[in-house]
């Protein structure tokens, strides 16, 4: 937890405090203080989202380098290899087969992250989701203290696709976009993972 998770906590239960006020002095029949605190409510949400959306536009895309790990608390995700592959009998089309480390850096309660997604994305900022599959690895799976689980994810996208890279997501509710600095926030840029990108050569499959 940051600075800014601090302040969006406070700023919400102030937020909460007054609009209870409100309410409270609505019922008393005191409408003239009823509207002024309401009007402070107005305010005070106006310049949150004014300096959440000016800090979003006047920040720059994070990007975590091939290997590295993007840690939620103690819980992290880490792209370990990534594989290009033709599509067979789509000349139009290329496989992405990406292989994830999820690791705890917790030390004495199992970890797990929750509403967790990842796409791809390319040069043009073009996104393409990963291909269903029912037995891979959920993001959600239980990690005890300090172990660690490999989870793939294949994406299928244009043979022209260059630049592409992995973006990590939470989808479902989130304060996410409200939080003043977070990658999630409210237009801010998302934060990419490189992909070490190796490629399929048929001389090696088939020597």
């Known amino acids: ?16 405090v007054m609009f209870a006020f409100f309410f409270v002095t609505l019922l008393r029949g005191d409408r003239r203080r009823a509207a ?18 000016t800090v979003s536009f006047s920040s720059r895309r994070t990007v975590v380098t091939a290997g590295a790990v993007r840690c939620f608390d103690d819980w992290s995700i880490a792209v370990e290899s ?14 992405c087969v990406v292989q994830l480390r999820l690791s705890s850096r917790a030390r004495r309660v199992s970890q797990r992250e929750n509403g967790l997604a990842v796409h791809l994305v390319d040069a ?8 269903f599959d029912t ?5 959600n799976v239980p990690l005890v203290p300090g172990e660690s689980a490999i989870a793939v ?12 890279a992995l973006i990590v997501r939470h989808v479902g509710f ?5 939080i003043i ?13 490189e992909l070490p990108l190796s490629r399929f050569d048929p001389r090696k499959k088939n020597p």
């Open 174 to 178: 989130t304060p996410a976009p409200l």
């Open 1 to 16: 937890m940051n600075l800014f998770d601090l302040l969006f906590i406070g700023a919400f239960l102030v937020r909460v």
């Open 82 to 95: 990534a594989e290009m592959t033709p599509v067979p009998g789509n000349a139009e089309m290329k496989r």
């Open 36 to 53: 002024a605190t309401l009007g402070k409510w107005a305010t005070g949400c106006a310049v949150y989202l004014v300096v959440l959306v």
């Open 153 to 164: 994810r294949t994406f299928e996208i244009p043979a022209v696709a260059q630049g592409t």
């Open 135 to 139: 037995q891979a690895t959920p993001f």
């Open 124 to 131: 043009h900022g073009t996104r393409y989701s990963p291909v």
């Open 181 to 193: 600095g977070d990658d999630e926030s409210l237009f801010h840029k998302r934060t990419t993972m």
